[in-house]
Structures are given as C-alpha cells and as structure tokens.
C-alpha cells in the first residue's frame, strides 16, 4: 500500500537529533518560553527575511491574535477566500468579526483578487489571504489593494512554509504572516504549533503580550490576553528541521514535477509559473469522478486524502453565519483530490501513482 503520510517515516531521518534536543530540554528544568523558543523564533525570521518572529501554540491561535492584535471593532468585516480551510474562518468569529467571503481564481484555488474590491465596504478592516497548498497568492493586485483601501493585511501562511511570490517568502508581505507547524506540513512540530512574522517592534510587542495572559512582566497584565505560546520542546524539534526545510520543499517539487509531467491530461493538474515558487504542502488534482478515482486508487493500493470535502459555507458550524452560494468553491470542494507527495516517498512512489492513475 503506497501510504499518503506515515509521521513515522516522515520524521525518521531526525529522530536522533529529536532525542537529543529533548534530552537537552528535559534536563534544562526550562519548559516554557526558554532559549530553544528564543532560538527558533530568531532562526524562522531569518530563513524568511522577517525582521520579528514569535512562536504561539498552533496556527489557529496566530490568526486570532493577528486579528485581536488590532482591536478593531466587533463585527468589523475581513475578507477572506470561500474555498480556505475553516480555521481561517473560525479566526475572524472568535476574534468578533465578520467573515465576507471571496470566491478563488479556479486554477490557482488562491483568493481571486479582481473579485476583491466589489466586497470591500465602509465596515472592512482587513484582508485575510490564504496561500492554500503550498502556492502563493497573486501579491502584486492584493497589496495594491490593500494600499487603495487603507487595509490590514494577514496572510494564512499554514501551508506555504518557503514558498514564494516573485522571490519574497510567503508571510512577509502583510503585517502579519500566520503559520502552522502541524505535523504534516513542510515544517512540521511532533504536535501543535504556530508562529507570526511581523516587521514592527510595535506589532512584535503586542504579540508578545497577547500570547502570555496580556503580561510584559510576570503577574502585572496590561490587557486582557492568552495562553498561547509555542512549547519549548516542539521548538526544539522545529529548529532541527528547519536546517532541513529547504531540502524536504526540493524533495517534493521533484516529486510534483514526475506528476506533472507524467499524469494524462485527463486530470486538471495544478498551474505553475515562473512567478510562483511553490512548495507543494498538497499536490492536488481535479476529476469530475473524483469519489470513483479515490476509490479506484485504493483498491489498487494507494491512498490519498481531500483537502477538503466540504465547502465552509456548507458546513454546519456556518449555519446562520455564511449565506449565499460560492458556486467555484463548491466546485473545487467537490472535485479536489490530494495525491501522496511526502518527504517519504521516493519517485517509485510517484511513477506508481501515476501509472495506476492512467489507466482510471
């Protein structure tokens, strides 16, 4: 059975560095918020030219904070692209806004920004783009329009760990760059994990008290804030791999390229250009039968995943929430299909892939 993520066999070449750094931790009697923490956060802004980095508890909270870090007021409105993961939206409910959904570009699954502008109200404060499956946003029209329309800019960078837009990392373009560390992303933490990027010692201070109960020293609390802040073991384990997350993002571009050059046409394959340097978080393809092709491919010993089956505005947790119907959402939701692409597999792997996959 060709697997589509095994952790195990992900995380093997850095399990005896992995062993160390906890050893190291364990005996430091340093558990949160130490040097490993300090370390990673300084080492993260580096590797993406971000002059701020700090580490919270998972990717859902740096959304949050991001957006409470502004304070603007309850139910101000933050565009966001209808096709995202929910967490992206779950992130403007708790911090009290209103999510005003964009519909993608069909090839690129990335926020569509020429329908941007004709949601932009009185009430918007914010854009929240989301570099869905390791492919960066079209950035020169968003942050023109971020420019026009005096907005904030949060990029969902859950994915995209290295890719870029014309050279500059995913992250780097807004006021904050939200990023996941869960364990099957590029750069992945043994468990949850987060960080945000940001270019202000401003931004940079009112993170820094947020994540820690709203306290720039120890039990005097300045406003009302978390406990969101990355665990000093997973940072270990983050640091570790970074020095490697250049070489697991080569490792899958190789790999999509087999795809890419070898799937029938008879699959929508995703678009690439010189303009995007994509990471493949998710190598994804479109059929109109996708249900029966996933099934085929199990039966003939290969899994794979959708990413995701249902669309956020057809889920019911956005009862009463989300209106209206997203009809090129709906259709990727229902066409999607995520093909194994893990630091694990080797280009055998692949060419059996694609090999079973012709022949549906």
């Not at 990727?332 to 280009?347: D, E, G, N, R």
Request: charged letters at 25%.
């Amino acid at each position: 059975m060709t697997e589509y993520e095994n952790l195990g066999k992900l995380n093997a070449p850095f399990f005896e560095e992995y062993k160390k750094s906890f050893a190291d931790t364990l005996d430091s009697g340093w558990y949160i918020l130490g040097n490993k923490v300090k370390n990673f956060e300084e080492e993260f802004a580096r590797y993406n030219g971000a002059p701020f980095c700090l580490g919270v508890a998972s990717g859902l909270d740096a959304l949050i904070l991001a957006l409470k870090a502004f304070g603007f007021p309850p139910n101000s409105e933050v565009i966001v692209p209808s096709n995202t993961y929910i967490a992206t939206i779950l992130a403007i409910l708790h911090a009290g806004l209103k999510p005003v959904l964009v519909e993608p570009d069909i090839h690129t699954y990335n926020i569509d920004p020429s329908k941007i502008e004709e949601q932009i109200t009185p009430r918007t404060v914010a854009l929240m783009v989301v570099h869905l499956y390791g492919k960066a946003c079209e950035m020169g029209q968003i942050m023109e329009i971020k420019r026009k329309h005096n907005l904030v800019l949060i990029e969902d960078a859950a994915q995209s760990h290295g890719a870029k837009w014309r050279g500059q990392p995913t992250g780097t373009f807004g006021e904050y760059g939200a990023f996941s560390f869960y364990p099957t992303k590029n750069l992945g933490a043994l468990g949850d994990g987060g960080a945000l990027l940001m270019k202000t010692g401003e931004l940079y201070n009112k993170i820094k008290r947020l994540r820690n109960y709203g306290s720039d020293v120890k039990y005097y609390n300045e406003v009302v804030g978390y406990n969101s802040r990355l665990d000093e073991v997973q940072a270990g384990f983050l640091s570790i791999k970074l020095k490697r997350l250049d070489e697991i993002n080569d490792h899958k571009r190789a790999l999509a390229v087999l795809y890419l050059q070898g799937l029938k046409d008879d699959f929508i394959k995703p678009v690439v250009s010189p303009d995007f340097y994509d990471v493949y978080h998710i190598f994804n393809i479109r059929h109109p039968k996708r249900d029966k092709l996933k099934e085929y491919l199990f039966q003939n010993g290969i899994k794979t995943e959708i990413h995701y089956p249902v669309s956020p505005n057809k889920q019911n947790a956005m009862k009463g929430i989300i209106e209206g119907e997203y009809p090129i959402s709906e259709e990727i939701h229902a066409t999607t299909l995520s093909l194994p692409v893990s630091f694990f597999h080797t280009p055998d792997d692949i060419h059996k892939v694609i090999e079973v996959m012709n022949r549906f």
